[in-house]
């Protein structure tokens, strides 16, 4: 005669941890992935200048410029914040360089994964003198 060690009845018990297992395994497997947010990095050292408006007035310049990066756009960055100023960057990874103008309009940059840095320079109206770079901005960030 055979010796019983569980009080289950062969066939019930297995079942219903059956059950249980593939009910645990459809939770885990529609689960929503997880997606990283974009980055916001404000580069830390600012421009510091004289601009000449379009009165013929000058101006002076400090500002700052910050930079998203988004985890779902590789390889691109996008300058958030308007600047009298243009945005000289390079990809120390990937070594594409080019520049651009922070305004309300600049849509994002191809700049390539890897870290970039920038230099930024003081803007002003082409053909009035007065434009005068103190201090160049500069900072770092890493593009996914």
Do not use: K
Not at 55 to 67: A, I
Not at 82 to 88: D, K, M, R
């Amino acid at each position: 005669m055979r010796r019983r060690t569980s009080n289950v009845l062969p066939g019930r018990g297995t079942s219903a941890a059956s059950v249980l297992v593939g009910l645990g395994a459809l939770f885990l497997g529609v689960a929503p992935v997880a997606t990283a947010a974009p980055t916001d990095t404000v580069l830390p050292v600012p421009v510091i200048g004289i601009t000449n408006l379009p009165t013929g007035f000058l101006s002076p310049v400090y500002s700052q410029v910050m930079v998203r990066t988004d985890p779902e756009a590789p390889g691109m960055t996008e300058f958030v914040e308007y600047c009298v100023c243009t945005v000289h960057w390079r990809n120390l990874t990937t070594g594409a360089a080019g520049a651009v103008v922070p305004s309300r309009s600049t849509g994002p940059v191809l700049t390539g994964s890897g870290t970039v840095v920038a230099v930024l320079t003081v803007n002003g109206w082409s053909d009035r003198p007065g434009v005068l770079t103190a201090l160049p901005g500069a900072g770092t960030w890493n593009v996914p």
